[in-house]
């Protein structure tokens, strides 16, 4: 028994032995394929780095959008070849490109990933995150550098604008592919893309501009129409400071959001701090108006009232046609509420604010001293639409050619989104409809609303279940699993369970779940139960 033991400890020795020598030499040769990869040429592009990186020894900068410290999510990443590249498609463009692959475990998809705001970074989170699923994960700056509320770089710069618009990401594309194919020596067998807010613009371009470029493509809170949702926030930046009276201060956040909540919550059935669907409240601010003289937190003034009740009403013209949605009530308050995205700490200091006052300055009129009071719904959004709309725009609802090459799309909208107001995305999706007709549309296109979501995350309803990080490899959990299992599989996505997670962790205890259904299904309360079990819910036809 003894020298049996000695043998299988030997055994043992000679396989950990031989299984870091195969490993060793796994990493060898991957930092030579990866290093070789710095004289890859490719059209109108330059590789500037390539190198491999073991296991937990990667140094990156602080999250992308949030500053948060990533050394302990950098100290788990697995082996992987980092390859940058500056593409130059034009003499003006300067386009930054990353490419992270596995060293080993590669799942032989590509994951393209979107940006933010007037973008200007790289995620390396996401990034990260992708690539330690075994994807080869890809993400550019979008042709220039800075914060995703910076505009200034566009400021007479045409072509850059363009490469914000969509050509970065195509670009981005092509070059990653490129270099998946040498590095693996195949090429990806499936390729996704993936994008919020901006990032939904972009996935969306992908699918009317560049059909071939992604199987599957993940759209959530698109800004599409870029012209019209920026001409909305100059709008309402207006109206907040067209006087002193005008503003809305965050105090009375709070009050507006429990009023809207005692006016509405209980029209689905079930009170539960939720407007299961808002299009159901006709909340009117005129309720919690002042009583004369009166001005408290707890009421609005005259001109608040009237400013609340334009933020709700969209951009009009002067005949009242409604040119752009409004935002609908529900969710106001919270840290990624009304006070962050509309009405900010002070007058004309939201990040709509900013993101109107950019475009507007440095992509349409070309001057940086341009004043938001002099915004005209007529001139301003027709000088928009001449000088930016092709390049920026994404809300062709001919699907026909991604359709016809096997391309699936889901789309998801937060119900409460206080930066990109959710009406459009049905609007978008209603569009394609009419255009393409229910069944053919239903063959390839999945919408979801989530209720009480804010922008892309966030707010007191479920919002774990599309662009976290965090992805579940269940398709009924999680948004992009469904899409792989419709590219791949063919079972189309029905009922999507999302959660809402307690805390910053991603792992942390679920509070509630509630079914997200295909648009224009609704998640109706069964009537007993839980209302923060999805299990007491059912989807049904949308109550008229």
């Not at 109206?239 to 005008?246: F, G, K, M, Q, R």
Request: glycine share 12%; hydrophobic share 40%; aromatic share 10%.
């Amino acid at each position: 028994m003894r020298l049996l033991r000695v043998l299988l400890f030997s055994w043992a020795i000679l396989i950990t032995c031989g299984a870091a020598r195969a490993q060793a030499t796994t990493q060898a040769e991957s930092a030579d394929r990866c290093g070789k990869l710095a004289a890859l040429a490719i059209p109108n592009a330059t590789v500037t780095s390539a190198q491999t990186y073991a296991a937990g020894k990667f140094v990156g900068p602080r999250q992308a959008f949030t500053g948060a410290d990533l050394s302990a999510f950098y100290a788990k990443l697995p082996a992987f070849c980092q390859v940058v590249v500056q593409a130059k498609p034009t003499s003006d463009s300067d386009i930054t490109i990353d490419i992270w692959m596995p060293v080993t475990g590669w799942n032989g998809r590509l994951q393209g990933l979107g940006n933010g705001g007037f973008a200007g970074l790289i995620d390396t989170y996401e990034l990260g995150a992708a690539m330690a699923r075994g994807y080869a994960a890809t993400a550019t700056d979008d042709g220039h550098t800075g914060t995703p509320i910076d505009a200034t770089w566009a400021l007479g710069h045409p072509e850059k604008v363009i490469d914000f618009g969509h050509r970065g990401i195509h670009e981005m594309t092509r070059v990653a592919k490129a270099v998946i194919q040498q590095y693996y020596g195949s090429a990806p067998q499936h390729s996704y893309f993936a994008g919020c807010s901006d990032g939904g613009r972009e996935a969306l371009m992908e699918a009317q501009r560049h059909p071939a470029d992604y199987d599957g493509i993940l759209a959530g809170a698109p800004a599409n129409y870029w012209t019209g949702l920026l001409s909305l926030a100059a709008a309402d930046t207006r109206a907040l400071t067209v006087s002193a009276a005008s503003f809305i201060p965050q105090a009375k956040v709070p009050a507006i959001a429990r009023a809207v909540v005692a006016a509405c919550d209980k029209l689905d059935g079930v009170s539960d701090g939720l407007l299961n669907d808002p299009l159901q409240c006709k909340f009117d601010p005129a309720t919690i108006q002042c009583k004369m003289g009166e001005d408290t937190d707890q009421c609005l003034t005259l001109d608040q009232a009237a400013s609340l009740k334009y933020l709700y009403s969209g951009l009009r013209d002067a005949n009242g046609q409604l040119l752009f949605p409004g935002y609908l009530p529900g969710a106001e308050e919270g840290p990624g509420g009304w006070g962050l995205w509309i009405t900010g700490p002070a007058p004309g200091r939201s990040l709509m604010a900013a993101f109107g006052g950019g475009y507007f300055s440095y992509m349409v009129y070309g001057k940086p001293d341009w004043d938001v009071k002099s915004f005209s719904v007529e001139t301003s959004m027709k000088a928009a639409r001449e000088k930016t709309s092709d390049a920026l725009d994404a809300i062709n609802p001919d699907l026909t050619a991604f359709r016809t090459r096997g391309g699936k799309l889901i789309l998801y909208h937060g119900w409460n989104d206080p930066a990109i107001p959710a009406l459009n995305t049905v609007n978008y999706y209603g569009g394609v409809v009419d255009k393409m007709g229910r069944s053919s549309v239903d063959s390839f296109v999945r919408l979801y609303m989530a209720p009480g979501v804010q922008h892309c995350e966030g707010g007191p309803g479920p919002d774990a279940f599309g662009q976290s990080a965090a992805w579940n490899p269940d398709p009924k959990l999680n948004a992009r699993s469904a899409l792989e299992n419709w590219v791949e599989k063919g079972t189309a996505p029905g009922i999507i369970i999302a959660s809402k997670v307690s805390g910053a962790d991603p792992a942390g205890p679920v509070t509630m779940t509630r079914p997200l259904c295909p648009y224009p299904q609704t998640a109706q309360y069964k009537g007993s139960g839980d209302p923060n079990r999805a299990e007491n819910f059912v989807c049904a036809a949308e109550k008229k």
